[in-house]
């Protein structure tokens, strides 16, 4: 006779984790989140700023930095200084893509129509990646969906920033992948150290990273190299960017979609795909390691 289902979840593997990680402006939103949130609030031309801001890269700024020291130093912010606050309330302004606040439900609802999901305890957990501020994305509306954000962070005093905390580019973004594959996720928390494949929280299989841009390139390049699965994202009202061509046909990515996160979009098919994949690979894998805990324990070699 058959074996009767129990419906009890095994528990005894414990890579059973997907980790979505997401860049923000470009990816999740249509528009860099200063422009929907501290240029309206302060009245600045988003043109002028961004050519202020690049006669800073040419003077030899990094590009973060460079941005990061004028909504300090610049006459606007001199005169009317951030507060953490400020930007907190100013979070709700954000604008997303279509589809990206139910996307994270959509996400788990789909991953709990596979059996091999409440066999193994397989869980997605959500995080971000971005060089933009994170005094606005963790008030934002769907803040609460991320086990983590990374972003740029100031100190501040009672007048306002003081310093750079955090600051977050284009390479440097790797070093948060390592994180979360380790599951070092503090940033006193030392990364460097030599971890066994078996003793990561997240295998860089059971990522997948979804970004829309050239400044991902590094971000896609180690999570493909380490066996994950990257896609690209493009702006769903103009035509194909060449530099989303450019990434596939440099074999940045796997795939690449209009930003669209409603349920019946392209990309939300190719994310369902992806995750079927990895759930596939974790039941396997699984499997095969609890046939090899069976030989050990009776005896074998």
Same mark, same amino acid.
């Given at each position: 006779? $058959?074996?009767? %289902? ?18 923000? #402006? ?35 700024? /990094? ?15 001199? &005169?009317? $200084? ?78 306002? $920033? ?10 440097? %973004? ?11 996720? /503090?940033?006193? /928390? ?25 400044? #991902? ?21 103009? $035509?194909?960017?060449e530099k989303v061509k450019r990434l596939v046909i ?18 939300? &098919? ?12 974790i039941a396997y894998n699984a499997s095969s390691a ?12």
């Amino acid at each position: 006779m $058959p074996r009767k %289902k129990t419906g009890k979840k095994n528990t005894s593997y414990h890579h059973n984790v997907i980790g979505m990680v997401y860049d923000f #402006d470009g990816t999740l939103s249509p528009n860099n989140m200063q422009e929907d949130t501290i240029f309206r609030a302060w009245g600045i031309h988003k043109k002028d700023f961004w050519a202020k801001s690049d006669a800073l890269v040419k003077r030899g700024y /990094e590009r973060t930095l460079a941005y990061l020291s004028l909504l300090m130093h610049d006459e606007a912010f001199q &005169k009317k $200084p951030l507060t953490r606050e400020a930007l907190h309330r100013l979070a709700r302004h954000i604008e997303y893509y279509p589809g990206v606040p139910g996307f994270f439900a959509a996400v788990d609802r789909y991953l709990k129509s596979l059996p091999q999901v409440r066999e193994w305890g397989i869980r997605v957990e959500h995080y971000i990646i971005s060089s933009g501020m994170k005094e606005i994305l963790e008030n934002a509306g769907i803040a609460k969906r991320f086990k983590r954000i990374y972003a740029c962070e100031y100190e501040y005093d009672a007048k306002g $920033p003081v310093f750079p905390k955090l600051v977050i580019n284009d390479t440097n %973004k790797t070093q948060f992948l390592f994180r979360i594959n380790k599951g070092r996720l /503090e940033m006193n /928390e030392d990364i460097n150290d030599h971890m066994p494949e078996e003793n990561r929280r997240i295998p860089f299989s059971n990522m997948i990273y979804i970004g829309d841009s050239i400044t #991902d390139i590094p971000s896609m390049t180690v999570t493909n190299r380490y066996g994950g699965h990257a896609i690209a994202v493009f702006d769903p009202r103009i $035509p194909i960017p060449e530099k989303v061509k450019r990434l596939v046909i440099d074999g940045r990515v796997s795939h690449f979609a209009p930003a669209d996160f409603r349920s019946a979009s392209l990309l939300m &098919k190719i994310v369902r795909r992806t995750l079927s994949k990895i759930v596939h690979s974790i039941a396997y894998n699984a499997s095969s390691a609890m046939s090899h805990a069976w030989v050990a324990r009776h005896g074998g070699v």
